[in-house]
């Protein structure tokens, strides 16, 4: 069976500094025209960091969308032209005071495909080591948490992490043992 949807047209609708949205016409698979709203996302990449004694380091931010602060990984929109792993790392280093010798890739997915075509780019941080300090962005108030295995299994069972991209990451560090 053929899902596809064409493009007829595309209104821009917001051009912001990272997203833009777009109002598109399209074709249905059965002919019928209809319309989709989607918002552009440059895409983003998010580091899992796990330290040599076995915890996870996370970060907890305001997310003013979700009018609520949250636990998440360490993660960042990419630059133009920025290679996602060297955006993980440089997240890492920005919001916590750790860093890693480099990332390794784990997985590829869509944040929000209904509406939005962001890409995350999950990492696994490799050789992790503590530094001396933050290096936030001027409008990034963030707290780092580190959290033993035990304590991510807790906070998972509490409904604490309630981020995606967090979510999915944990999963497999868990399911790796």
């Known amino acids: 069976m053929d899902l596809t949807e064409t493009q007829i047209s595309s209104e821009q609708i917001f051009n912001g500094t ?3 949205i777009a109002k598109d016409k399209v074709r249905l698979p059965n002919g019928n025209e209809s319309f989709r709203v989607v918002i552009r996302h440059p895409g983003a990449a998010c580091v899992l960091a796990v330290t040599p004694d076995d915890r996870v380091v ?4 305001w997310r003013y969308a979700c009018d609520k602060a949250m636990l998440e990984f360490p993660a960042g929109k990419l630059e133009e032209g920025e ?3 060297v955006c993980a790392l ?3 280093a920005e919001e916590t005071p750790f860093e890693a010798e480099r990332v390794e890739l ?4 869509y944040t929000a495909p209904g509406f939005c075509d962001e890409k995350m780019y999950l990492y696994r941080a490799v050789n992790v080591s503590e530094t001396s300090g933050l290096e936030p962005d001027q409008d990034e108030f963030v707290e780092t948490v580190v ?3 035990q304590e991510v299994l807790q906070a998972l ?6 981020d995606a991209k967090t979510l999915i990451g944990l999963q497999e560090w868990l399911l790796e043992g």
Do not use: C
């Open 106 to 109: 784990m997985r590829i997915f």
């Open 147 to 149: 959290l033993s295995r």
């Open 18 to 20: 990272f997203v833009s």
């Open 90 to 92: 440089r997240e890492l």
């Open 157 to 162: 069972k509490n409904g604490e992490i309630e």
């Open 58 to 61: 996370f970060v907890r931010q």
């Open 83 to 85: 290679d996602p792993a």
